[in-house]
């Protein structure tokens, strides 16, 4: 190789090195005013939860993958392989990437029913509509601490599941893993301000704002 080819191949990699090392995952925005889900969730806790919760998490894990440049920042690909990282990444990808999803399982404009294949596989998977809301309840009850609700398809059939912490059913580690088509943040930052520890009652009010557009949408990428 002569030394023109070799400045040249040089320069490209330092370019490719520095793009790499510039990449960062961003918070997506609401598509709804802070206080749209009133009367559900009031408006400081949709602000602190996005504008410092989840802020933090994306900071945190943007800070903490500059120091693996060789890392592809795809976040899909990282929280499937989550057992490779830290704790630390795991809790802060984990947090980024569950309420980005969270957030459009949210709508001022949502509650009712699914429709369509979606609503066909909740009755079919679970009886009836009625009896998913309440099993859901019930799982999102039980989660002792700090967690996440799910409604995912794990290639058959849809399932309820429950993660602490900031897992998700997408990540290596989990217990029950599936596609998600629902959650909902069960973590008392999300609700404690209006709801204090009565967090059936948040649980309620999530299906007078829940967006099932999403979760339709998710359901047909999956099933089809």
Same mark, same amino acid.
């Given at each position: 190789?002569?030394?023109?080819?070799?400045?040249?191949?040089?320069?490209? @990699? !330092?370019?490719?090195?520095?793009?790499?090392? *510039?990449?960062?995952?961003?918070?997506?925005?609401?598509?709804?005013?802070?206080?749209?889900?009133?009367?559900?969730?009031?408006?400081?806790?949709?602000?602190? +939860?996005? *504008?410092? &919760?989840?802020?933090?998490?994306?900071?945190?894990?943007?800070?903490? @993958?500059?120091?693996?440049? &060789?890392?592809?920042?795809?976040?899909?690909?990282?929280?499937?392989?989550?057992?490779?990282?830290?704790?630390?990444? $795991?809790?802060?990808?984990?947090?980024?990437?569950? &309420?980005?999803? #969270?957030?459009?399982?949210?709508?001022?404009?949502?509650?009712?029913?699914?429709?369509?294949?979606?609503?066909?596989?909740?009755?079919?998977? #679970?009886? *009836? #509509?009625?009896? #998913?809301?309440?099993?859901?309840?019930?799982?999102?009850?039980? !989660?002792?601490?700090?967690? =996440?609700?799910?409604?995912?398809?794990?290639?058959?059939?849809?399932?309820?599941? *429950?993660?602490?912490?900031?897992?998700?059913?997408?990540?290596?580690?989990?217990?029950?893993?599936?596609?998600? !088509?629902?959650? @909902?943040?069960? =973590?008392? &930052?999300?609700?404690?301000?209006?709801?204090?520890?009565? $967090?059936?009652?948040?649980?309620?009010?999530? =299906?007078?704002?829940?967006?099932?557009?999403?979760?339709?949408? @998710?359901?047909?990428?999956? +099933?089809?």
């Amino acid at each position: 190789m002569n030394i023109k080819n070799f400045i040249c191949l040089t320069a490209i @990699l !330092v370019s490719f090195t520095l793009n790499i090392q *510039s990449q960062t995952l961003k918070q997506e925005p609401l598509l709804y005013e802070f206080d749209a889900l009133e009367p559900y969730i009031d408006a400081k806790t949709m602000e602190i +939860h996005y *504008s410092k &919760h989840h802020a933090t998490y994306t900071k945190n894990l943007n800070e903490a @993958l500059q120091s693996l440049p &060789h890392i592809e920042k795809d976040i899909t690909k990282i929280i499937k392989n989550i057992s490779k990282y830290s704790i630390f990444i $795991r809790n802060n990808a984990g947090g980024y990437y569950n &309420h980005n999803l #969270f957030w459009q399982m949210l709508s001022p404009n949502g509650g009712g029913k699914p429709k369509g294949k979606l609503l066909e596989a909740i009755e079919k998977d #679970f009886g *009836s #509509f009625e009896t #998913f809301c309440n099993d859901f309840e019930q799982v999102a009850t039980s !989660v002792f601490g700090s967690g =996440w609700v799910w409604l995912i398809y794990d290639g058959k059939k849809l399932l309820i599941t *429950s993660t602490s912490n900031q897992d998700n059913p997408l990540m290596d580690i989990a217990k029950i893993k599936g596609q998600p !088509v629902l959650c @909902l943040d069960v =973590w008392e &930052h999300a609700y404690y301000l209006k709801y204090q520890n009565n $967090r059936i009652e948040y649980i309620k009010a999530f =299906w007078n704002i829940v967006n099932w557009q999403t979760s339709e949408k @998710l359901y047909r990428q999956y +099933h089809e």
